[in-house]
């Protein structure tokens, strides 16, 4: 037996046929006839010298040598997909694909599409919201914007700005607030997708770093950042806005910040990418331009008081 591969057509009629244990349903994903199908499995067996299915009535099911041939070709393939799709992506110039959390894509990033847009008109820019970490080896993405403590020294990693936290609520209710301890009489909203987060950030962490007594963990639980942001906005509350998903609403007044202490939250938003991959045109060309978008929001911080961070938990 030697070990020289069978032909590559081979090889995908098995590993087709393996996943499905149809050699009808593999010969319909492969767009051949089962006939055909059956030839090249056929084919694969006399190269290897054994069989790697056993033929029953209605269904076929993997040998022994067929049950430890399947996950090395599949893997095989799945590499080879990989690197087919990264050598394409590398030398599409037109379009960009970017993932970023849920919350910054609806808050943040997707508000400025147009800015992008009409700077970068030849560049189709997408988006991929999600908190999933990224393959970007498997995943079809370019860049990623990911918010966090601990990020992989593996990829190109560039901090857009260091996060931090204040109470934030509508004007009509922020006139019955002059001192941190009128916000214990307030609908404390509460968001639970920074609970990774060490130390926590979370009110009973702020009126602590305050010097104002915990309370009870009362109030509505938000699963994502923005509707808490959204309830905020409608008078629903008051929340512990984050400068990132709160800045164009500070600007236009929409929130406003009724006692001036921040508490700085020990994470950052970082646009990330494989190392080399930041030189492409048209990654270079999106990173230069939301490293510019995020300047000047550090400036809504220069007027804040930023309490301690203490590890006490």
Known sequence: MTDRLPPLTALRAFEAAARHLSFARAADE???????????????????????????????????????????VSDGFGALQSAWRAVKRRLDSATLTVTAGPAFTA??????????????????????????????????VDVAIRFGQDFDDALYSRTLIDEWVAPMMAPELAAKVKVISDLRNQTLLHQEDIGFLKPPVNWNRYFAA?????IDEHGPRFSQADHAVDAALASGGV?????????SYLRDGRLVMPVKRALPTGASYRVV??????????????????????EGMELSAQALEFLPVTVDD
């Open 210 to 214: 305050a010097g104002v007594d915990a």
């Open 273 to 294: 990418c494989p190392k080399g991959h930041e030189t492409r045109p048209q990654v270079a060309r999106f990173i230069e331009w939301v490293v510019r978008e995020m």
């Open 30 to 72: 492969l767009n051949v006839t089962p006939a055909a199908l059956s030839f090249q499995i056929k084919s694969l067996e006399e190269h290897l010298g054994v069989a790697v299915f056993r033929r029953l009535n209605r269904a076929v099911e993997l040998t022994e040598e067929g049950e430890l041939l399947a996950p090395g």
């Open 107 to 140: 808050k943040w990033l997707a508000p400025r599409l147009f800015s992008f847009a009409r700077e970068y008109p030849e560049i189709e820019l997408r988006f991929s919201a999600g908190l999933r970490l990224v393959d970007f080896a498997r995943d079809d």
């Open 239 to 247: 929340v512990l806005g984050r400068l990132s998903l709160t800045e």
